[in-house]
Structure formats: C-alpha cells, structure tokens
C-alpha cells in the first residue's frame, strides 16, 4: 500500500523559506513519478513541480513558471522522502500543498496522479 506523508508547511512572512517533506512508503522512487501540487482558497489545483527517471531519459525535473527559480524538488532515496524546498516566497504561494506520486498517462502524457498525501497548509503574509 502506498502512503504518502507531507510536513514542513506553516506560516511565514513574503521573502522567507519553508522545505516541505513528503515521506513515502510502499514503493521505490525508481518505480514511480512524484510531484508537488497546490490548491490556493477559492483557486483551482495546479502543479507546482514534478520528478521522474528513467534509464533512457536520466531524471526529468519540471517547474511552473511562477516558482522558477525560487522552488527546488529533490528526493533522498535513502530516506523515502521528496522535498521541496521553496524561498523568497510571495503571498501567491499561500495554498495547501500536496505530495503525489505514480502519474496516470493518456497518450503519452501525464494527466495525473494514483496517490496523494493529506496536505500541509503554507500561509505567506506580507
């Protein structure tokens, strides 16, 4: 059975850090997509970044455009955990964040994921 368990989130001030965590269990990282997505209060959910690999490819990373260079997605294999580990954020950022993992394909692209976590709430004030 797959789980997937997100920490990290809290509140902090417009230009801080959080790093969130996502503890997996149930399956190899080798095995399966992962991604972080966000739902903001009266918005609807988007992906915010997401990581995969394969022999043929190496690892794939893939951001949206509003956190380039401010948010960074990595895994320790070790720990069965994905992080994402976001700085200078903007009150935009504000949103329940959420780990998934296992994409769902149609024609050839990713449309989706099998797991999720719970989410961890991520409150930015200016």
């Known amino acids: 059975e797959v789980q997937l368990v997100e920490s990290g989130g809290g509140s902090v001030q417009a230009g801080g850090s959080l790093r969130l965590s996502c503890e997996a269990s149930?399956?190899?990282?080798?095995?399966?997509?992962m991604a972080w997505y966000r739902r903001a209060a009266g918005k609807e959910r988007e992906l915010v970044s997401s990581i995969r690999y394969t022999h043929a490819t190496g690892t794939i990373i893939e951001y949206i455009d509003s956190v380039k260079g401010r948010f960074t997605i990595s895994q320790d294999t070790a720990k069965d955990t994905l992080y994402l580990q976001m700085n200078n954020l903007k009150t935009d950022d504000t949103a329940v964040y959420y780990c998934?993992?296992?994409?769902?394909?149609?024609?050839?692209?990713?449309?989706?994921?099998?797991?999720w976590g719970q989410g961890t709430q991520v409150n930015v004030s200016s």
């Open positions: 149930g399956y190899t990282f080798d095995s399966c997509e």
């Open positions: 998934a993992a296992c994409a769902f394909y149609s024609g050839g692209v990713i449309t989706d994921y099998l797991y």
